[in-house]
Each structure stands twice: as C-alpha cells, then as structure tokens.
Nanobody
Framework: VQLQASGGGLVQPGGSLRLSCAASGFTLDDYAIGWFREFAGKEREGVACISSVAVSVESTFSANSVKGRFTVSRDTAKSTLYLQMNSLKPEDTAVYYC??????????????????WGQGTQVTVSS
C-alpha cells in the first residue's frame, strides 16, 4: 500500500499548482484524504481534506491559512485526489504530503488521524 504525492515545483507568487495524490495497492474511494505541509524545521500542518465516497454527503475542509485559495477534489474514475492551489504565496513554500485513512465520517486535518502517508512533493513559491 503506497501513496504518492506529485505535482510540486517552483512557481511565482500569485501562481497556481495542482498536486495529485495517487495510490497503489488499494482504491482511494473508501478513504478520507488529507493534505498536509511541512515547513523546514516545523511540525506538519493540516491544509485540507476530503471525506471518502462512503460518506453520504461529501465533506471537505480547508485550513484558514488556505481557505479560498486551495481546493481539494477527488476523481473517482482515476482514483486520484487533487489539491488545487491558487494565489500562491511565499509562505506556502513547504513539502506537501497526502495521507489516507479508511473511514466513513467527515474528514479531519489532524495528522495523527491518518494511517497511510505518502512521500512529499516540494512546493516553492518564489520570484
């Protein structure tokens, strides 16, 4: 069971990136997915999450720091999750991770809640 986040890179302030989270060994449909970021020398921070498709009403949640700029979505046909990041700021520079937990509940952006973690992808916002 592996998760892999991808799509990071260097972008100018105000620009956009779309991160992807894909799984091997299981389908992501039954899993809530959280996006997290880790700043150099700091603890991992929850960014956004989306509930599993088993939840009757899909729920998403975004941290205040990214609300209105970042959007999490799911493509069930591709079993892939996305984090669309718009209006990026230098303070968004971090390593971004996706994580999964099998549950049927509204999602959470608390890191200990998640069971599977993928390798991160670096996002650098700089002019």
């Amino acid at each position: 069971v592996q998760l892999q986040a991808s799509g990071g890179g260097l972008v100018q302030p105000g620009g956009s990136l779309r991160l992807s989270c894909a799984a091997s060994g299981f389908t992501l449909d039954d899993y809530a997915i959280g996006w997290f970021r880790e700043f150099a020398g700091k603890e991992r921070e929850g960014v956004a999450c989306i509930s599993s498709v088993a939840v009757s009403v899909e729920s998403t949640f975004s941290a205040n720091s990214v609300k209105g700029r970042f959007t999490v979505s799911r493509d069930t046909a591709k079993s892939t999750l996305y984090l669309q990041m718009n209006s990026l700021k230098p303070e968004d520079t971090a390593v971004y991770y996706c994580a999964a937990v099998k549950e049927k509940a509204p999602c959470s952006i608390m890191a200990p809640h998640y069971y599977y973690w993928g390798q991160g992808t670096q996002v650098t916002v700089s002019s």
